[in-house]
């Protein structure tokens, strides 16, 4: 009990004071390496997931016009960043800590490595490691495909996956595998991370409540969670797994805020009635006007004239 | 005067009617030099500019809007800039096929105010402008305050929108609530008929107004602002069209906004790009919307704001920090 107390008065003494902290990275993190080669292909396109995704705090490499927050974000071009491994940095930018958001879901493994590729080209010194990926594969020279099928008995979305090696296929059994569906702003992910049997299939149970398009189809895709053993295999299919889903304008209801044409009927009708009665009045009047003006014009005979005095 | 002369002195008279036909000749030949001058001039310029054509043959692929691929000359690309009646169609239009909807947590909001910046930038707004505000929320003397930001709750059954005499402002099928500046008089009875204050009158000359001057009007966006018309949050109609989250969703440091289609029901954290089942989220929160009891039946939900800082203080912004 003491033990539990005592831990949470260090973590509530800890916490707070980020700015003097350093970002301690796990051993076993640190050593990560990307699995191609940096060029200049994969340094422009870090560029432009830098400027959309980074430049708001960390400002433009070498111009040191970062935010000034606590702590502060720091010139990737400066040794704050650059005497991080690529590992670390690859780390810090999955994961996240204070202000500086986690991109676990806004990016890919790849485009994390491409903006790194960036960021070294910032830095003259720098030498790229490369990990080797046929020794930390677990299928070693084999190609991983995956298959992707809807079953309607049980609304399950079943994966399976294979490793192919000249003619011979194997199961790929013990994978980690997420499910994600397409959204309009991202991915949506559907049941747990799960794991493939020994015959190499996983089953994702499928939402009751998720809406598909108008036939009921939606995109997913299913990705390995680790990379580094099984490559950066991914599937992208079209499943009719999802509820019907016929959207409605939501101007198409009769309604008082509604344009013109989609006034309730009775204030169509009482506007129509009300102005056609003012007219049909107008009209009245200068119908009786005009009879006034013709009786004035005629001439009266001695007999209808009326004697006053 | 000429009349006059003529009858004083017939001498004078024929010298002026010489020189009146010698003006007119003169004239005439003007007249004839430019036209001829002019018609050659254009006839080189066509000529050049079709040998010009002809010259550069250069041919490049286009898709059109109906799906063909057609090929055509490269000098004749010209970049696409919708004008102001294409603007104010697919503005009154909307998106087919989508209702937007946003979610915002109230037990993360430490008033960053990062998400009333980036949207006063992209309308051009000065800093006590708003079209989202962060105001700060108290039940009672004894319980702890929090921020709760408020944007325009672009209701079903918007009050706003009944209330407007020129049709200024508008719903759309995807939901979204705007004010079209372009028709607005400035009556100002949608500020009166809106419940949650979410809009703005331009009392003086909006910021950049030199600056916007001569730039098309998107209503989508609202600028150029113009002064003694209204102003208001517009879910950022633009950044939506190009399946983007609005300006404040992804300005949050603090995941505190959530965005996205109620037909697809998800929506997508701003900060960590997380997305997560719609009625999920709200049934797990305990969602909710401000005033529903109105029936205006707002776009906007609200999580309830849980983990309150209880030494609340008013000031400088602060971090947000999961407590345990």
């Known amino acids: ?309 | 005067m000429s009349e006059k002369k003529k009858k004083e002195n017939p001498e004078d008279s024929k010298i002026d009617e010489i020189l009146e036909s010698s003006r007119r000749d003169f004239l005439k030949m003007v007249g004839i030099v430019g036209a001829a001058s002019v018609a050659g001039g254009a006839a080189i310029y066509s000529g050049y500019r079709h040998e010009k054509a002809k010259s550069s043959g250069e041919t490049i692929k286009v898709l059109t809007e109906d799906n063909r691929l057609v090929e055509i000359p490269k000098d004749q690309v010209k970049d696409y800039k919708p004008d102001l009646k294409v603007l104010q169609t697919r503005g009154r239009l909307g998106i087919k096929g989508k209702k937007w909807v946003m979610v915002i947590d109230l037990s993360k909001c430490r008033n960053a105010r990062k998400c009333v910046a980036a949207c006063q930038g992209a309308h051009h707004l000065r800093p006590y402008e708003y079209h989202i505000n962060t105001l700060v929320m108290q039940e009672s003397k004894n319980t702890p305050a929090y921020y709760m930001p408020k944007t325009c709750q672009h209701c079903d059954n918007p009050p706003c929108v009944s209330v407007c005499p020129v049709d200024a402002t508008f719903k759309r099928q995807d939901g979204i609530v705007l004010i079209d500046n372009e028709r607005c008089i400035g009556c100002r009875f949608c500020m009166a008929a809106c419940p949650y204050s979410a809009r703005m009158f331009h009392w003086q000359e909006p910021l950049d107004a030199e600056a916007d001057k001569g730039k098309e009007y998107d209503v989508e966006l609202n600028v150029p602002q113009k002064k003694g018309t209204i102003s208001k949050c517009l879910f950022s109609a633009d950044r939506v069209r190009e399946e983007t989250l609005p300006y404040c969703v992804s300005a949050c440091p603090n995941g505190v906004f959530y965005f996205g289609d109620e037909n697809e029901n998800a929506v997508t954290n701003g900060t960590t790009k997380e997305t997560v089942m719609l009625s999920e989220l709200l049934e797990k929160n305990a969602g909710y919307r401000i005033l529903d009891e109105l029936g205006t039946k707002p776009r906007v939900y609200y999580l309830p704001p849980k983990n309150r800082i209880f030494d609340f203080k008013q000031g400088p912004a602060t971090e947000y920090k999961e407590t345990t």
């Open chain 1, 1 to 309: 009990m003491r033990s539990i107390l005592l831990g949470i008065v260090t973590f509530l003494v800890i916490v707070p004071d980020l700015a003097g902290q350093e970002w301690i990275v796990p051993d076993d993190k640190k050593g990560k390496l990307s699995t191609f080669q940096f060029d200049e292909n994969t340094k422009k396109s870090g560029e432009k997931i830098y400027s959309v995704n980074c430049i708001s705090c960390h400002g433009t490499p070498g111009k040191g016009n970062f935010l000034k927050l606590v702590p502060p974000p720091g010139d990737p071009a400066t040794d704050k960043i650059q005497l991080n491994r690529d590992g670390e940095l690859f780390y810090k930018v999955i994961n996240g800590r204070g202000q500086m958001p986690s991109f676990k879901n806004a990016l890919s493994s790849d485009e994390i490595w491409h903006v790194i590729s960036f960021v070294r080209s910032f830095n003259s010194s720098y030498k790229q490691l490369i990990m080797p990926v046929i020794t930390s594969s677990a299928y070693p020279g084999a190609v991983i495909k995956m298959m992707l099928s809807y079953n309607s008995s049980d609304s399950t979305i079943v994966l399976e996956a294979d490793a192919v090696k000249q003619n011979s296929s194997v199961a790929v059994t013990g994978a980690e595998v997420k499910l994600l569906v397409h959204r309009t702003f991202g991915h949506l992910q559907i049941d747990d991370i799960k794991t493939t049997d020994i015959n190499g299939k996983v089953a994702f149970k499928v939402p009751a409540n998720l809406p598909g398009d108008t036939l009921g189809n939606i995109q997913v895709s299913a990705r390995f969670i680790n990379e580094d053993t099984f490559g950066s295999v991914s599937k992208d299919t079209i499943l009719t797994a999802a509820l019907i889903t016929l959207p409605v304008s939501l101007v198409a209801e009769r309604a008082m805020w509604n344009n013109v044409r989609k006034a309730p009927v009775w204030v169509i009708l009482t506007y129509s009635l009300g102005l056609l009665t003012a007219l049909g009045f107008i009209g009245l009047v200068l119908m009786k006007i005009r009879d006034i003006f013709i009786i004035g014009e005629s001439v009266l005979k001695d007999s209808e004239k009326i004697n006053i005095t």
